[in-house]
DNA sequence: GGTGCCCTGTGG
DNA sequence: CCACAGGGCACC
């Protein structure tokens, strides 16, 4: 569910809220969304130990921990992170709680249960996650338009497939490859050998631009967020095209069109995208 | 490459 | 009731 846009929102709202403190408690409710081998050891490195800081890479969050250890999750399609008082009553699907030293607990709530935690021991290598397999953030100086025409140019995927590649580039999701796409005025369905070095330059732009320009419509307060339960935020008002096929392009008046491109649904507008 | 799968909930 | 949902992986 969240692409980078979103879990940068819950990185900056939860990370203010827990670093510094201490872990203090965690109850594992049900043990699936947990991807380490043993349950005992993974409750006996995260337990009491402090929150030094939380960190984005892609649509993973890590939380850094004062015992050099590494607490890694993947919120996947419906995993949420919510800090509140511990007499707030749990919500159906909440399979992790972690409380901290000032009485807040920290809880992991996941409808599907696709979302995962990894433990990551101080220099022990990264195999597990796929954090090591991403490719360079979209704000990267590494990510430039010559970049992007080497790994893509003779590709003959279609431009939506590779969109969403995380190892091409991190971060993009379902949604965001439409608006991006919209915006950057190429159909999804353009196999990567057919786009000009003009429309690499205008994709290496308009990536960024656009993840940004939703990291700043998400803006919430803390209060908010959690009275949304995390979800509320999200930016569905802000949409240009993705789940408005059928309805009048906001550039032309055309209407939108939807494929379905590896598998997931595309929008765009047959008029404005070549 | 395409498909199925992990899951639950919702909308057509 | 079936199709589909913002992710990612294993498997032909």
Same mark, same amino acid.
Request: hydrophobic share 30%; net charge positive; glycine share 8%.
């Given at each position: 569910?969240?692409? &980078? ?7 900056? !709202? ?16 049900? @043990?699936? %969304? !947990? ?11 995260? +337990? ?11 649509? $993973? &969050? /890590?939380?850094?921990?004062? +015992? #050099? @250890?590494?607490? %890694? ?12 008082? $511990? ?18 607990? &920290? ?28 490719? *360079? ?30 190892? =091409? ?11 991006? =796409? ?11 050998? +057919? ?7 205008? =994709?290496?732009?308009? !990536? ?8 700043? #419509? +998400?803006? !919430?307060? *803390?209060?908010?967020? &959690? ?9 569905? *008002? ?13 550039? /032309? ?14 929008? $765009? ?6």
């Amino acid at each position: 569910m969240p692409e &980078l846009p979103e879990v940068e929102t819950v990185k900056r !709202i939860i990370g203010s809220q827990v670093q510094g403190k201490k872990i203090t408690g965690v109850e594992i409710i049900n @043990n699936k %969304v !947990i991807a380490h081998p043993v349950e005992e050891e993974f409750l006996k490195e995260v +337990n009491n130990s402090r929150i030094i800081g939380l960190q984005r890479r892609g649509k $993973y &969050l /890590c939380f850094h921990l004062e +015992n #050099k @250890n590494k607490l %890694v999750l993947h919120l996947r399609m419906t995993g949420c992170l919510l800090l509140m008082p $511990y007499t707030y009553p749990r919500e159906k699907h909440t399979h992790v709680i972690f409380t901290m030293e000032d009485g807040q607990e &920290l809880r992991y709530i996941d409808t599907r249960r696709f979302g995962r935690f990894w433990l990551l021991k101080e220099d022990e290598d990264d195999i597990f996650t796929g954090i090591s397999k991403l490719g *360079p953030e979209p704000f990267d100086e590494a990510f430039t338009s010559s970049y992007l025409y080497e790994k893509l140019g003779k590709r003959k995927k279609s431009i939506k497939d590779c969109l969403l590649d995380q190892t =091409l580039v991190t971060g993009i999701g379902n949604i965001y490859a439409s608006e991006i =796409l919209f915006n950057a005025g190429i159909r999804p369905d353009r196999p990567c050998n +057919n786009l000009s070095i003009k429309d690499y330059e205008n =994709l290496t732009e308009m !990536i960024p631009e656009t993840l940004n320009y939703f990291i700043e #419509k +998400n803006a !919430i307060s *803390p209060e908010d967020y &959690l009275a949304g339960k995390g979800m509320g935020y999200r930016n569905t *008002p802000f949409l240009k095209v993705y789940g408005h096929h059928n309805e009048p392009c906001p550039k /032309c008046g055309s209407i939108l069109c939807k494929v379905v491109v590896g598998g997931r649904s595309s929008v $765009y507008c047959p008029q404005c995208q070549k």
